[in-house]
């Protein structure tokens, strides 16, 4: 059994990324899902509700606990004796900033590689700025969020409009 972590902004979370969550905890057996604090985008759902979102989206899946993290994900990575760091690819664009981000990752932790995980087809055109621009303008989203969390994402987003 080894431990990764999934960095992302879960701005909210998706059933993108429920699907890399789902695939890497049963590679790993314990996966961390670390919301990331320093992000220069302001985020529309708090880090309260972005960590009770997950927390209630995942509560089934075996051997996942979320929690939030600021600062270097490679140092991060080192404090929590991770052995990798898990990235959803979804189209050529996101593999070119991510081969990026791992080799530099590695240089600060060479201990830690990054795992990549290609989109479901099905998913690949989904991310958290499609799901907040539909909830937004009224859509339905479901299908496209986690049902445990439909209503409270729903709800959140239609009030903004
Ligand atoms: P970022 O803020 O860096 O875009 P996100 O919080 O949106 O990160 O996502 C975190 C991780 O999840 C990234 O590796 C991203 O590529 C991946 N991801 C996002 N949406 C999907 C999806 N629909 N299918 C697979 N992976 C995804």
């Known amino acids: ?9 879960f701005d909210p979370v998706t059933v993108g990324h429920m699907n890399i969550i789902e695939r890497a905890a ?13 992000t220069g985008r302001s985020p529309i759902f708090t880090m309260e509700e972005r960590l009770e979102l997950l927390r209630l989206a995942t509560s089934g899946i075996p051997g996942v606990t979320v929690e939030s993290f600021g600062g270097l994900l490679a140092e991060y990575a080192r404090l929590r004796g991770a052995s ?39 998913y690949a055109p989904l991310s958290s700025t499609v799901v907040r621009d539909v909830g937004m303008l009224g ?15 729903q709800k959140k987003l239609r009030a903004m409009n």
Request: overall charge neutral; charged content about 20%; aromatic content about 6%.
């Open 1 to 9: 059994m080894s431990l990764w972590i999934y960095p992302g902004s």
């Open 26 to 38: 049963s590679l790993s057996g314990r996966l961390i899902v670390a919301v990331l604090r320093n």
């Open 84 to 122: 990798a760091v898990v990235r959803g690819v979804r189209r050529a664009s996101d593999y070119e900033y991510e081969t990026q981000m791992a080799l530099m990752n590695r240089r600060i932790n060479p201990g830690m590689d990054t795992i990549f995980l290609p989109a479901e087809p099905a």
């Open 139 to 153: 859509g339905d989203l479901t299908g496209l969020v986690p049902d445990a969390i439909l209503d409270r994402v």
